[in-house]
């Protein structure tokens, strides 16, 4: 899934995950270095995670589900996490600049990786230095 960001610019990771699931397959990293999520993003993961659709390319077991974290001025130091895509476009329309990131979980064997990162906010500022 593409979101809508405040300048058009979303950084994907896919050839990074590409290039990890690669070296776990030839056995440069182990399933332990790449199975190594944080209890609070399985959490997340289990609580408030969003299906990708895919299934999880390490242990071919479970689905991957995406987390999105939010952080900016006004928000909490650890970020918030949007319960829905409501939520999640509420928070790109605030007045103020956030940093978004996308992270797809497997809750059976813990892979984890960051999928897409992106600004949003900040629409005052932009409008304002369009006028002048």
């Known amino acids: 899934m593409r979101t809508t960001t405040a300048d058009g610019a979303v950084v994907e990771f896919g050839l990074v995950r590409h290039a990890l699931l690669e070296k776990l397959a030839s056995g440069q990293l182990r399933r332990d270095d790449v199975c190594d999520a944080h209890p609070e993003l399985l959490r997340a993961a289990r609580n408030i995670g969003r299906p990708s659709g895919e299934q999880c390319p390490v242990c071919h077991e479970a689905p991957l ?68």
Do not use: I
């Not at 497997?106 to 006028?131: N, Q, T």
């Open 65 to 132: 589900v995406e987390v999105t974290y939010v952080f900016g001025a006004r928000l909490p130091s650890g970020g918030t996490c949007p319960t829905s895509r409501v939520g999640l476009a509420k928070l790109e329309r605030r007045e103020e600049p956030v940093q978004c990131y996308a992270v797809e979980v497997c809750v059976e064997c813990h892979f984890h990786h960051l999928a897409r990162r992106w600004g949003a906010g900040g629409r005052l500022r932009r409008v304002a230095r369009g006028r002048a």
